[in-house]
């Protein structure tokens, strides 16, 4: 049951799934900050910046238009988000069901990498 | 009261005997359960040199105090011995079913010691022990083994068992129970030399804890917070093969024997496409995260083939490191090795290794029984696996795994052999983060991705290619590590729910002892145990020498692997200096006596004594 659900969610394209949410537009959009994980930082340069979206999504979007660098490592091939990275909005953990949560104005995405053992 | 029964059975198969005997409380306050346990009776109950596939080594499985109870993600049971393909003390730490039904059975944990005559299984049930003649069922696969004994038995039998590669003494040979299995350092193969089957219990016995009400709500937080954890719903969804992409982006995913960190189409081996063959979840004894992976092919060369797999490990083993991005031949390889009872990421290894012999005109068709050992033949990669699995022609040899082919092929195939101490290396490139190769290349059980991980430089708060500054961190890493065999608790970190205190907490409500209740006191525990394996491994001739790396990690800078391209393990006497000097050891890497009085190991002393001077 779960794993039909995300599959649905997480095969979808990003840049598809991100078109869709903008067309939400069912509130303003707002200016957040996103906090990249230290393996992230080294690969990129920066450890947080400011972007703008109406949800998670949109916010992520925004940065991978900021700072193309972040694409090469926090996105497959087809423009998926990468298994190994978790979206925590506000300390509550929303990926892989949650990238249309909308986002209001002093929210915090932070972006955790998942590795475990096996 | 305690979640320990506090028993332990000893089973002789030379006289087809056994016995029940008391587990002294203060191993149990030493050493906790599972690895640290059985490594205190097979260090003490084992000899110096005794042959691995003899009747005088002995296989100990053993339970930590939280299995079996209704806490989540630690009814594990550990498998250790001496391992036939290290020489060292060898542990595997296992899912499944079988450990709780163990406990149920009234029962920490069993030693097995002596060789049958003839093939034998253990049959456990209210009425004893039984050791039964293994006509029937030796020769079949592990899945027509334990179908066979539920027929025997009942439905409900629990069986652990080895396949065809364990009774024929293939060095890598694993111990299975359902599709879960003790996969590393070669367990099966002692099974097999012991010619014992199987082991199968039967039970339904009531396992108490020290403070139920305590226990329950402790238990009940941890569920709450799993439930919405991300970490364990990525667990539940796509279990560990989430990380194959994203690890080769990163320049970890070892490509072609180590030999590159990229592979070509890897997209094809992601979870994504994982999920589209998958049938359901599977999971332990106990456990809500259910992260196993059941996967059917339903098309192709390969339609039908079905496992509860490949993990990330083995979607490495078989697949990235010998270029084979075929999805289906993948699940078709993990099913075979599982039922054939072979590490898969031994059997990939040394796969890997032959292939790469093959691309250097080391060996050729003439050595290889005429199978086309190019780079990502997933068909001739099928006929290989069944061959090391069956010890068939050129499988004889690889079922040796790759230090002894190595040295048997000569002509330079050392330099090819990706091993530390005789155990292959897993699925992390050394050079990409190199606290784990100061992990492979200090492990007492050789190169294993679970004897501790450089959590730190997975997460990024510590430089992974910093070629020194590790040595601390990767004691840490080590010592956590052991605790955690003992408790025992999944490895997958977070997706537990457990943080330091909070296992403590269900430790002291479990057992009663209150020494449980402080972390650090586990971490002493884990100290204690990484040490005593150490001894086990010095009493055999084990020092400084052999904590080292394949030498392709230390000279040859690694190529096309993204941020880690060009990365070489610089350092590693500087590493290894660092490291001993953080637990105590000696410059030749072995305890100091001061260290054995420290950990209260005084009366072990008069065995390396020597080694030390």
Known sequence: MIHQHTSKTVSLSFDLMIKRLYTKKTRGKVSIRVKLPPILQQLSGIETCEVTGYTVGGCLKSLEMQFPNIKNYLLDRQGRLLGIFGIYLNSEGIYPVGLDTPVRDNDEIVILNFITGG | MSSYTGKLLRINLSNRGSQIEGIPEELMKNFLGGRGLAARYLYSELNAGVESLGPDNKLLFMMGPLGATMAMAVSRMAVVTKSPLTGCIAKSIMGGNFGAFLKFAGFDGIIVEGEAEKPIYVHIDINGVHILDADGI??????????????????????????????????????????????????????????????????????????????????????????????RIQMTNFGTSYMTVGFEKMGLFPVKNFQEGHLEAIERLSEEEFVKIKVKNSGCYGCMTRCGQERRVAEGLYAGAFSEGPDYETIWALGGNLANTDLASLVAADSLCDKLGIDTISTGNAIGFACELFERGIITKKDTDGLDLTWGNHKEILKLVEKIGRREGFGELLGEGTKRAAEHIGKGAETCAMHVKG?????????????????????NVGANHMYGRPREEFAGTKDRFADEDKGEDIALAQIGQAAQDSVIQCSFGAATGFTPES???LLVAATGFNEFGDPAYLDKIGERIICLERLFNVREGFSRKDDTLPARMLTEPLKNAGPATGQVIRKLDTLLDEYYDALGYTGKGIPSIEKLRQMGLEWAIQDIERFVK
């Open chain 2, 138 to 231: 030796w020769g079949l696969d592990t899945e027509k083994t334990q179908a066979r004994l539920r027929q025997r038995h009942g439905a409900s039998t629990k069986v652990i068992c080895i396949g065809p590669a364990g009774e024929k003494l293939v060095r890598y040979a694993i111990i299975l129970s359902d599709r879960r299995c003790a996969g590393r350092t070669g367990v099966g193969a002692v099974m097999g030399a012991k010619k014992l089957k199987a082991i199968a219990v039967n039970s339904a016995g009531p396992l108490s804890v020290h403070d139920p009400q305590r226990f329950k709500r402790l238990a009940r937080g941890q569920i709450g917070d799993l439930k919405t954890s991300p970490r």
């Open chain 2, 423 to 443: 155990l292959e290396i897993p699925a992390y490139e050394p050079r990409a983060i190199k606290g784990y190769g100061l992990i492979f290349a200090t492990s």
């Open chain 2, 503 to 505: 296992r403590s907490e």
